[in-house]
């Protein structure tokens, strides 16, 4: 079996609840650094250490642990990329993906030439901890977790990823925290991971930031595991428009705030739209929510594409069947889905 990543067919208008995208879009200061850019920086291959001295510091870490990446997509190939061109030297292939997962896992550690384990999901999406720690073994080269989980929301407990990081000592496990502004926890900075120097943590600008048009990640870890994951990284992915914007994204802190409160709020209503509207949904730690409609689950998404509205069809996703994934952005944005989604359900107007 091949594993590609869906792509999603976007209509060209519509309000787009269906990439856990930044409804708003980027902050103003973006753009005016975007607009500073000049001819030269245009023309040069771009040089990254102030903004991964600014990527650092806005994350809590050093600059020798952080790398840039061309979204955290590509921190993801690299480390699968990484991780089975030093594993196969002793036998290890195997990649272990906790189901429900975002694509981009079997995608590029099948493109990797890893053999993919799937860690069926709980009832609830509780975390697998006992059958994940009994798939890791000498055969493992990565293990991808990701707190809060897409297309969940829902977070690994941190000593469930510290267990897993012991058990998978010989492999690299990449905690994916592309949600973590959003549930304001990380690993980053944790005591533990310096007795876990085999923890890679995967941030993405594309989201409470809105770089996602511009491409922008990090991996952050060890400086001596970060080494090898360099070494398949081309060295000028990030481009300069992205490197000038992020370094305006970290200093405008009041809007990564606001952001973070609008997405709060969005979920809050959310939340009591879908209790009223007794539809299933689990309470989310990240920018969207798994919302389980049922066989009701085409109808709903045509509907709501019928307005105007674009939400993402998961149902094809191990134990997500009937689900849908609503992105919580900005709340006018939220009301509006709101609004449409109570007239698909009840048939109201
Ligand atoms: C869990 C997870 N990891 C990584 C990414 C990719 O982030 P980027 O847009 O920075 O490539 C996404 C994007 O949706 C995601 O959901």
Partial sequence: MKY?????????????????????????????????????????????????EACARRLGT?????????GLDEGILAVAMSALRHGREHGAVDAVIVEPAFDMYATCADAAGAHLVHIAPEPDFAFPLGRV??????????VFLTTPNNPTGIPVARDHVLRVAERARHAL??????????????????????????????????????????????????PSTLEPI????????VNAYAVAAAQAAFDDLDYFNWYLGQVDESKALLDEALKRLGVRFWPSAANFVLACLGEKAPAVIAGLAARGIIVR???????????????????????????????????AR
């Avoid at 720690?133 to 990565?142: E, H, K, Q, R, Y």
């Fill in 4 to 52: 590609e990543y869906e792509r999603v067919e976007t209509p060209a208008a519509g309000l787009r609840l269906h990439l856990n995208e930044n409804t708003a879009g980027c902050s103003p200061r973006v753009l005016a650094a975007l607009q500073a850019v000049t001819r030269e920086q245009a023309a040069f291959y771009p040089d990254y250490e102030d903004a991964t």
């Fill in 62 to 70: 050093a600059a020798a642990e952080t790398v840039l990446t061309n």
């Fill in 133 to 142: 720690l009994d798939a890791i073994g000498p055969s493992t080269a990565v």
């Fill in 173 to 222: 496990v990449l905690v994916d925290e592309a949600y973590a502004d959003f549930a304001r926890t990380t690993l980053i900075g944790d005591p533990a991971l310096r007795g876990l120097p085999n923890v890679i943590v995967g941030r993405t600008f594309a989201k409470a930031y809105g770089l996602a048009g511009l491409r922008l990640g990090a991996l952050i870890g060890n």
């Fill in 230 to 237: 360099r070494a398949v990284l081309p060295p000028y992915s």
């Fill in 313 to 347: 069809d998961r149902s094809r996703d191990p134990g997500c069947a009937g689900c849908i994934r609503i992105t919580a952005g900005i709340v006018p944005h939220t009301r509006a889905c709101i609004a449409a989604l109570e007239e698909v359900l009840c048939g």
